[in-house]
């Protein structure tokens, strides 16, 4: 059997923020898992894409000035953009089409972990 798996985490696993400790911990477990997955179930490869900050209708129900929440961290990101669904699907077409990938996690956050 082939194939690939593809597990989604997030920028919380580097960068928890102290009121969403359980979601960062469970965010950091799947690089360990997918690390012990792509060994245990090879040639079936396993890998995390780990998005950060997306501008998604998600943002639209959260009660925030999304628009100045963004501007601020696009300012401060190495890529100076939030990212877009399309990003996310790129990032996660590569993993499944490249039969060479496996027991990755694939930072898709513009460099939002490299912060300080």
């Known amino acids: 059997m082939t194939g690939s798996i593809t597990y989604t985490s997030g920028i ?3 960068r928890p923020n102290g009121s ?12 360990s898992l997918a ?5 245990e179930l090879a040639p079936v490869r396993v890998n995390v894409i780990s998005p950060g900050w997306v501008d998604t209708s ?5 009660g925030m000035d999304k628009e100045a929440a963004f501007a601020e961290l696009a300012e401060r990101l190495p890529a ?9 699907a790129q990032a996660f077409l590569s993993v499944m089409r490249n039969g060479f990938i496996t027991g990755t ?3 898709v956050d513009g460099g939002h972990r490299l912060l300080t």
Do not use: E, F, K
Not at 20 to 31: D, K, R, S, W
Not at 80 to 88: L, S, V
């Open 20 to 31: 969403n400790t359980i979601v960062a911990a469970a965010n950091g477990a799947l690089a």
């Open 58 to 62: 998600l943002w639209d129900q959260l």
């Open 35 to 39: 690390y012990g997955l792509a060994i």
């Open 12 to 14: 919380n696993a580097y």
């Open 80 to 88: 100076r953009r939030i990212g877009t669904p399309d990003d996310i």
């Open 105 to 107: 996690v694939l930072d």
